[in-house]
């Protein structure tokens, strides 16, 4: 825990814009209740937490976005800023508030029920895994809704071949 009280205390950036903070994009979580209980956070020294609220941070599919920013003695002793994704939690906001109480980035360890929501600012949106083949096409047959132009072509022939026999059977 820090003894020092003066310097800046931790900050916070909470994304607000096209898609954390929605309905839409997050439904289920009163976003309005969550952005009061963030800047509701008090440090070890009893400060406010500054909280500032962004248009867009950028990583939208880890929607809500809060990036957490050192304290100056956080930032002297090395932390740097930890973005976190998926806040959408009660509990991670809570884990949060005791983070920063106990000194945030650069001071205190990252509490372990953060760690699987630290992102950053680069994070790409995880690709959506290909289909798997189904058995026509992994048995050489085209993909599911497109017509296998040789099968035509094959019936076709099969049709015109069939009606050969059926005249030269005729003509007997």
Do not use: Y
């Not at 020294?45 to 248009?55: D, G, I, L, Q």
């Not at 002793?77 to 994704?85: D, E, R, S, T, Y």
């Not at 992102?119 to 995880?126: F, I, L, M, R």
């Amino acid at each position: 825990m820090v003894s020092a009280i003066d310097g800046t205390p931790c900050k916070l950036t909470v994304c607000r814009g096209c898609c954390c903070g929605t309905r839409k994009k997050v439904p289920g979580v009163d976003h309005k209740a969550q952005l009061a209980r963030l800047s509701a956070i008090d440090d070890h020294a009893a400060r406010r937490v500054p909280v500032r609220t962004s248009k867009c941070l950028g990583i939208c599919f880890q929607a809500n976005v809060v990036v957490v920013q050192p304290s100056r003695q956080g930032r002297a002793a090395g932390g740097n800023p930890v973005w976190l994704g998926r806040m959408t939690e009660d509990r991670l906001l809570e884990a949060l508030d005791d983070w920063i109480f106990d000194g945030g980035p650069g001071i205190a360890p990252l509490p372990v029920l953060l760690e699987e929501h630290v992102t950053s600012k680069d994070a790409k949106k995880p690709k959506k895994p290909k289909k798997s083949k189904k058995k026509s096409e992994q048995l050489g047959g085209t993909e599911p809704g497109k017509k296998d132009k040789k099968s035509k072509k094959d019936k076709k022939r099969a049709k015109k071949a069939e009606k050969k026999k059926k005249e030269k059977a005729g003509r007997a």
